[in-house]
């Protein structure tokens, strides 16, 4: 089993900045990518960034620019800077990873850190 923690999260002013953290442990194998996800009230999970292995990345249109997406792999330990903060960014923020054992796909998910964005 792989655990994902996710911490950062909080209030913050429009226009304001916000790192997240999501440091991975256990049975960590090959991984393919990590990414962060975040749902709003009422609204889908949807994909705001990821970084593969190879460190290639993708954004949401929506956060493109604003939003930065890293590792550290020597601590299992993915990040999320993001800056020029909107109210619509408001949500919970979820690390997801996704890694590959024995020829199977498997995917992890964190439990989830609040993002709240006052305008």
């Known amino acids: 089993q792989v655990q994902l923690v996710e911490s950062g999260g909080g209030l913050v002013q429009a226009g304001g900045s916000l790192r997240l953290s999501c440091t991975a442990s256990?049975?960590?194998?090959?991984?393919?990518?990590m990414g962060w996800y975040r749902q709003a009230p009422g609204k889908q999970r949807e994909l705001v960034a990821r970084?593969?292995?190879?460190?290639?990345?993708n954004y949401a249109d929506s956060v493109k620019g604003r939003f930065t997406i890293s590792r550290d792999n020597a601590k299992n330990t993915m990040y999320l800077q993001m800056n020029s903060l909107k109210s619509e960014d408001t949500a919970v923020y979820y690390c997801?990873?996704?890694?590959?054992?024995?020829?199977?796909?498997?995917?992890?998910w964190g439990r989830g850190t609040q993002v709240t964005v006052s305008s």
């Open positions: 997801n990873l996704d890694q590959s054992s024995g020829g199977y796909e498997y995917d992890y």
């Open positions: 970084i593969t292995s190879g460190g290639s990345t």
């Open positions: 256990g049975s960590i194998f090959s991984i393919n990518a």
